[in-house]
């Protein structure tokens, strides 16, 4: 009779336990599922900062991009562009601010900052203070006192970037 007891105490603690943890919030923290990247159609506005070009380890460029949200709709973001030695730089493809760049980034909260924030370093930053932004061709500059809010930042890397949408013509049209 208490045997019976036991395994009824223990059935029931299994389907309690079943119930509470069930399979939708145990998929929720999962570890190591990757973040979810999203497809992203920006204009490079300016070059933040980049640090010399590693030949041993991933380098990375930090850009302030307009992030496309609809037709008409744009919204300034930070932009962190990884890539290894053998990988061109986002930069080297020109600083166009016509040049709409299509890649798949993933949102990290962790690294949103204002644009103030961006320009100068911080304790224990291996980053120099800057003191100005290196702006594409033709981009409107950037008002630092109009611009008080965080910018949403964005990791991609040289293998998330698919392709230039439209490239800047030089020749005048009729």
């Not at 644009?115 to 800057?130: C, K, S, T």
């Not at 611009?147 to 490239?167: E, G």
Request: glycine share 6%; net charge negative; hydrophobic share 35%.
């Amino acid at each position: 009779m208490v045997i019976g007891k036991t395994w009824l105490r223990i059935g029931a603690f299994v389907v309690a336990a079943t119930i509470m943890c069930g399979p939708e919030s145990a998929r929720g923290q999962l570890r190591w599922q990757s973040p979810k990247k999203e497809v992203m159609h920006l204009r490079i506005v300016a070059l933040a900062w980049s640090h010399p070009r590693s030949s041993f380890f991933e380098n990375e460029e930090v850009f302030i991009a307009e992030k496309e949200l609809s037709k008409d709709e744009s919204r300034l973001v930070k932009l962190v562009y990884g890539f290894l030695p053998y990988q061109p730089r986002l930069s080297d493809a020109g600083l166009e601010y016509d040049t709409m760049h299509e890649l798949h980034a993933t949102r990290d909260a962790d690294c949103d900052e204002t644009l103030g924030q961006m320009m100068v370093g911080h304790i224990g930053d291996w980053r120099e203070p800057r003191s100005e932004l290196r702006y594409s061709k033709d981009a409107p500059p950037l008002n630092f006192s109009r611009h008080k809010s965080v910018l949403p930042c964005y990791l991609t890397s040289a293998d998330d970037y698919n392709r230039p949408l439209s490239q800047p013509t030089d020749e005048i049209q009729p």
